[in-house]
């Protein structure tokens, strides 16, 4: 097993074209697919293979560095662009991080007496990733879009089980010298617990990760994650401010060029996250409840920086919990009775699944998420019922309409598939 069965399951949920889902924001798996030649940055030193994730070629007098491989059905690809660009032994390999679809080219890049170096948490992080292979399985699938991995539905090979996958690992810091080139890697949490970033002085250029991309992070994924703590985002943005770097490189989307421009775009990034931080902490302190922060907490116009990707709601929440867990404070949540039970009780009272459908559907035109979530009870009642199948076909369809955020369109189609299989 020489990959992560969460990257395989990544993979397979990413090779399905977006192109073909319903209309919404399209899934940004196949970025890169069109891209005929790699491009150049740093005067020509370093180069990118684009895709849903980077692959990044640095080239010295001693041999190349290549700095994430992507996953695994972007490899022959990627390689093919970058080999086209030099044919050197590859030296090292740099793992930013630990999700499969910056790890799924390692077996392709690597050669005889080549090192894969990684950040000391990378063995748990891999762990826990291997642990709930079957969970994550069909979370990726829903977030990404295709089908769930039934091969690995129940797949737990054991609790610390993960395949090896670099055979460096440094906890702090790890500095090497290659050719002409130096490349200073350091401990970066934030998206993960084992991220690192790269700093090549001679270039003045800094490879960051998954820290940056050009939308609000992912604080709380929707397909699951251990917390991701905002101040460790905040510490490890700070670094990289601190490096006065000519050229910031994320292994999603473009590189930020030009001094000034990183330090603008950098200090709005880091500058938002601890806004929602701090608000989140507030409100908190102040008695609120989770859903009256995500309703409450906005950012203001200079901190702007999109949620195309992530959002401030799930961001909010995942705050809130991280730091105070899953126990909303009402005793009814201290026991076993799961919410849709009472749901499909309020139901039956209300006359069953088709008022509460037709109240869905009378919510659609202002608030269609209030019109899911009543769908959502009504099928507790009859997971059947047609009325409330096409309610909440009608709901989703709306919001997907709406969706501008590449992971929120990804639930919502496949929610969309479920309704469609029940109507069957």
Wanted: net charge neutral; charged share 15%; aromatic share 8%.
């Amino acid at each position: 097993m020489r990959h992560l069965l969460i990257g395989a399951a990544l993979a397979a949920a990413m090779a399905l074209p977006a192109l073909a889902q319903p209309a919404g924001t399209p899934q940004p798996t196949a970025a890169g697919t069109a891209q005929t030649q790699a491009l150049a940055f740093a005067g020509g030193r370093i180069h990118q293979a684009v895709g849903f994730s980077n692959t990044f070629l640095v080239t010295t007098k001693a041999g190349n560095v290549v700095i994430d491989t992507s996953s695994p059905f972007n490899v022959a690809r990627h390689r093919a662009l970058l080999r086209a660009v030099s044919t050197a032994p590859v030296r090292d390999i740099i793992l930013t991080h630990s999700h499969g679809d910056h790890t799924g080219g390692v077996s392709a890049w690597k050669e005889p007496g080549t090192h894969v170096i990684g950040q000391a948490g990378e063995t748990e992080f891999m762990n826990y990733q291997t642990r709930l292979a079957g969970f994550f399985a069909e979370r990726n699938a829903a977030q990404f879009g295709g089908p769930g991995q039934a091969a690995l539905s129940h797949a737990n090979p054991g609790n610390f089980a993960a395949p090896k996958l670099a055979d460096l690992l440094f906890d702090k810091d790890y500095r090497f010298k290659l050719g002409d080139l130096t490349f200073d890697c350091f401990a970066a949490p934030g998206e993960t617990p084992d991220m690192l970033n790269v700093w090549i002085p001679e270039l003045k250029a800094v490879f960051v990760g998954d820290n940056y991309y050009a939308s609000f992070p992912n604080l709380y994924t929707l397909r699951g994650t251990e917390p991701r703590w905002a101040l460790d985002y905040v510490a490890s943005l700070n670094k990289v401010l601190a490096l006065k770097p000519e050229i910031v490189l994320p292994s999603h989307g473009v590189p930020i060029v030009g001094a000034a421009k990183v330090q603008r775009v950098l200090t709005q990034y880091r500058d938002a996250i601890l806004y929602v931080h701090d608000a989140t902490v507030r409100g908190m302190n102040d008695g609120k409840d989770v859903y009256t922060l995500m309703r409450e907490i906005k950012l203001p116009a200079e901190l702007q920086v999109g949620e195309g990707y992530g959002a401030l709601t799930w961001s909010i929440r995942g705050i809130y919990e991280g730091y105070a867990g899953w126990f909303d404070g009402d005793p009814a949540t201290m026991y076993a009775t799961a919410p849709p039970a009472a749901d499909a009780e309020l139901v039956r009272l209300a006359g069953g699944a088709g008022p509460v459908a037709a109240r869905a559907a009378a919510l659609m035109g202002s608030d269609p998420a209030l019109a899911l979530r009543l769908t959502s009870a009504a099928l507790a009642v009859d997971p059947r019922d047609r009325t409330a199948l096409a309610a909440r076909k009608a709901a989703l369809q709306a919001l997907l309409a709406a969706s501008r955020n590449s992971n929120e369109s990804g639930w919502l189609r496949a929610g969309l598939a479920k309704v469609d299989t029940a109507l069957r």
